[in-house]
């Protein structure tokens, strides 16, 4: 049986019909549409569908979409400003810290909610908060580089 789960996505409310097994990955991208939050492993393991609830960075595989009703959820679609990209996803391009792709909307999202606690992280910081997050194609130079250089950029504006 079919549950209503009402949440907030990017600032926008979506109502939706989710199977009470259903992850809240599956239903954002089967559900809402949303397939910038890719899936890589499904167990948690790999950070590729990292997304934020209520600020707060989870994998979505290991959430339930009736978990999300009432919450506010941030996936890589909500990144972007009005503008354009963020400055994050600016310096993931500078820097080439992406080549396939699976892995890059997870580190995104997690470099920004590593920055929104902590603005001026060092390395080791950033190493740590991308822990989480797997890269089998560019090694994470390029990332932890485009992190920092993302910092610094985000710093300057402020």
């Known amino acids: 049986m079919k549950t209503h789960v009402s949440t907030s996505v990017n ?3 979506h109502e939706v019909l989710v199977e009470p097994q259903q992850s809240l990955l599956e239903a954002l991208r089967d559900e809402m549409g949303l397939t910038g939050t890719k899936e890589g492993c499904g167990t948690g393991d790999c ?7 209520n600020g707060r960075l989870v994998c ?4 339930l979409a009736v978990e999300a009703e009432g919450q506010e959820v941030t996936t890589i679609e909500g990144i972007a400003e009005p503008e354009g990209l963020h400055v994050i996803q600016k310096k993931f391009l500078e820097h080439a810290a992406l080549q396939c792709g699976i892995c890059t909307p997870g580190f995104i999202v997690a470099t920004k909610a590593l920055l929104e606690k902590n603005p001026d992280p060092d390395e080791t910081t950033i190493r740590y908060w991308l ?4 890269c089998r194609c560019t090694g994470y130079d390029k990332i932890i580089r485009a992190v920092q250089d993302a910092a610094q950029e985000l710093a300057y504006e402020a």
């Open 11 to 13: 600032g926008q409310v």
């Open 47 to 53: 950070g590729a569908c990292s997304v934020l609830v």
């Open 131 to 134: 822990a989480g997050n797997l």
């Open 60 to 63: 979505s595989c290991l959430v």
